[in-house]
């Protein structure tokens, strides 16, 4: 009966003990984390366009009902076909606007005539960001050709998963992180073309794009 | 349509050519009257949200700590719940949540080049701190997870004793295998596998909608099944509260061990009087006591064991393993077919032995964390083992400060407390006074 509070002020002694260690433990990691910070960079998902073979699983992946992938069109590298891969389907029935001629399945692409030169038709084929669901198919077909559609993470949308679900089921491991402020990508050749066209003083919005993507 | 991979050569100005110009680039036209435009990528989207997280956090913690300890309102504590698994669950999507943030923890410890936003230490640490002197006052009502079980437990059935404590070893090796996978930067299962974050996005796979609707269905019948046998979060809660400072109390004052209590917990958390041992029983208690302590260094080396067999399935978590496994396959025409990923790569011009390289030291590097992993759920069975030999004398009704949540729906079932609240009055003097 006698010993019973020397064994449980102990007890209590020994808890202590083990509290303060804790506390100490959780405080150096916490410490060791945030001292970190200055190391490196945050950094976001990206996709590399140049690994991309446009599978669609960007469309149906996301943990978002509409993908944070979308279509971007590299205007510099088009070919502004009249008979485009990646506009007309290839089983098109009449080379017009109609759905049905269409490969995106939400007619996300808008097709501009832009002028008539020794008989042929040149058009601008722009994507609708609002209404591209990012599967990538006008991608494929355009790759038949220039292939100046590409998919990219837009970081409007992207919740910046821990691990990005279109990336564990990427066929091809495009998927990696960049640095925040440089959150985006372009094929090589667009690189190419991108950093010559931003030469010209009048290009602000080259400029403008040059400066949030990530240059290996 | 045939596809032919083109090779990509720079600006070729000229006439429109089409369908012979799979080898070259078709040229931008020259316009006379139109400006090539350049396509604008979306600016990242500010999140606003760090702060009012973190504060959401702060203020729930503390509110759920002193609705649980000082003002002991079951009903409080539930309202709480709700507006937490509003606000944490289906506004802000079950992320950032700190169950997820241990696998980030391991990698930004592991990997300096990985940068850990300070709203993910905050709900890593926050929950720890407050853990190690309230108790799992943040399982009880601030964590997401934890409220949509806790909606659902209405019905409870006692899990057996052996089968709860052999269940409640899966969590600490599941945050052993989830440390190990994340922080070598190979997968976040614990993401991956989130069995409710589906729910409260109102999207995801079918098997995850399934496995989530399954473990509330159990949950029904037994309390919050994710919490005990799974969560790995929850797994470093218990050891922290252990030793918490203070903790959620079943009776306000002195337990009067009336038994009331003993059915109220739907998370076999209540622990009875312990009845005095004979002199026999309690040198067997010792025997094993001194058994399970000599055991502990051959339950490890026995996990080693273990785990050296499991360096394979867990190398094959890795896309770049299967990759050359199947780039290996279709070298020997084992594969009936190639993949988009063996094409992807082989139309990058890499060659299979760069991919068998990498491979190679991911599956070595992959055996010796195995055996760390065989290490760990061997110390992790030894140590309850040791445990369980232990015997603590109990004079009162108690909460288990390892298995309580703190989610008070025991408080209603002590008379004392009702007492407290003046719902009946104390008849106790009377009632002694009555007795000789």
């Known amino acids: 009966m006698n010993d019973q509070p020397v064994k449980n002020d102990r007890r209590e002694f020994i808890q202590d003990g083990l509290r ?53 069109q590299f205007f510099d590298m088009c070919g502004y076909c009249d008979i485009c891969t990646g506009y007309f389907d290839p089983n098109y029935r009449e080379l017009n606007t109609a759905a049905e001629n269409q ?83 372009l094929k090589s050749p667009a690189l190419a073309l991108l950093k010559r066209k931003v030469k010209h003083p009048s290009h602000q919005d080259a400029r403008d794009l040059l400066s949030q993507v990530y240059d290996p | 349509m045939r596809t032919c991979a083109p090779v990509l050569t720079l600006v070729l100005l000229g006439p429109f050519l089409a369908g012979s110009a799979c080898a070259q680039l078709i040229g931008t036209p020259d316009f006379s009257d139109h400006t090539i435009p350049t396509s604008q990528v979306a600016d990242p989207a500010s999140n606003g949200w760090a702060l009012v997280d973190i504060s959401a956090l702060v203020i729930a913690l503390g509110l759920a700590t002193y609705l649980a300890l000082v003002s002991r309102s079951r009903k409080h504590l539930f309202l709480l719940t709700l507006a937490c698994l509003a606000y944490f669950g289906f506004f802000r999507e079950g992320c950032v949540c700190p169950i997820g943030a241990t696998q980030n923890v391991a990698l930004a410890m592991a990997d300096a080049s990985y940068v850990l936003p300070i709203t993910v230490i905050v709900f890593f640490l926050l929950p720890l701190v407050f853990t ?57 299962i614990i993401c991956r596998y989130d069995p409710f974050v589906a729910m409260f996005r109102l999207n995801g796979t079918a098997p995850m909608l399934i496995f989530g609707g399954s473990l509330l269905l159990v949950g029904v019948f037994v309390g919050r099944p994710y919490c005990r046998y799974l969560c790995p979060y929850g797994a470093v809660l218990r050891v922290l509260s252990r030793f918490s400072k203070w903790h959620a109390r079943i009776t306000p004052s002195e337990c009067i061990n009336c038994r ?18 004979s002199r026999d029983e309690s040198r067997r208690e010792r025997r094993h006591f001194v058994w399970a302590l000599a055991l502990v260094p051959v339950w490890v080396i026995g996990g080693v064991g273990l785990g050296s067999q499991l360096g394979e399935p867990l190398a094959r978590w890795n896309p770049d393993v299967l990759l050359a496994e ?111």
């Open chain 2, 132 to 188: 190690l002197f309230f108790g799992r006052t943040f399982c009880a009502a601030v964590c997401p997870l934890g409220a949509v079980q806790e909606l659902v437990a209405v019905r409870h059935v006692r899990v057996p004793r052996w089968l709860d404590q052999s269940l409640g070893l899966v969590p600490y090796i599941y945050l052993g295998a989830a440390v190990i996978l994340a922080a070598t930067g190979t997968a976040f």
């Open chain 1, 103 to 185: 490969m995106c399945p939400t007619g996300a692409i808008r097709r501009t005539f832009i002028e008539e030169k020794a008989g042929q038709k040149f058009f601008e084929y722009t994507i609708d960001a609002d209404a591209c669901v990012g599967c990538g198919k006008c991608v494929k077909g355009c790759a038949l050709m220039n292939g100046s559609f590409y998919l990219q993470v837009s970081h409007d949308r992207c919740l910046n998963c821990n691990e990005c679900a279109i990336a564990v089921s990427c066929p091809t491991q495009a998927f990696d992180r960049l640095p925040a402020n440089r959150p985006y990508r």
């Open chain 2, 260 to 277: 009331l209590c003993e059915d109220a917990c739907p998370y076999g958390a209540i622990e009875t009087p312990t009845v005095p041992l």
């Open chain 1, 20 to 72: 303060v260690a804790g506390l100490v433990t959780l405080g150096a990691a916490g410490g060791f984390l945030v001292g970190r910070q200055g190391e490196a960079e945050e950094t976001v998902w990206q996709l590399d366009p140049n690994k991309c073979i446009a599978c669609k699983n960007c469309a149906t992946h996301c943990v978002l009902d509409e993908s944070a992938v979308k279509c971007v």
């Open chain 2, 326 to 436: 199947q780039l290996t396959a279709e070298q020997f025409g084992l594969a009936v077919e190639t993949t988009d990923a063996t094409e992807a790569f082989r139309s990058a011009g890499r060659e299979p032995r760069e991919a068998y390289l990498v491979a190679d030291k991911l599956q070595r590097r992959s055996r010796t964390l195995a055996c760390w992993l065989g290490a760990w759920v061997g110390l992790v069975v030894a140590i309850k083992l040791v445990q369980l030999s232990l015997r603590r004398q109990r004079d009162d009704h108690v909460a288990n400060r390892s298995g309580c949540v703190a989610c008070g729906r025991c408080f209603r079932y002590c008379p004392v407390e009702l007492v407290r609240l003046g719902v009946i009055s104390d008849v106790s003097e009377r009632v002694t006074e009555e007795q000789p």
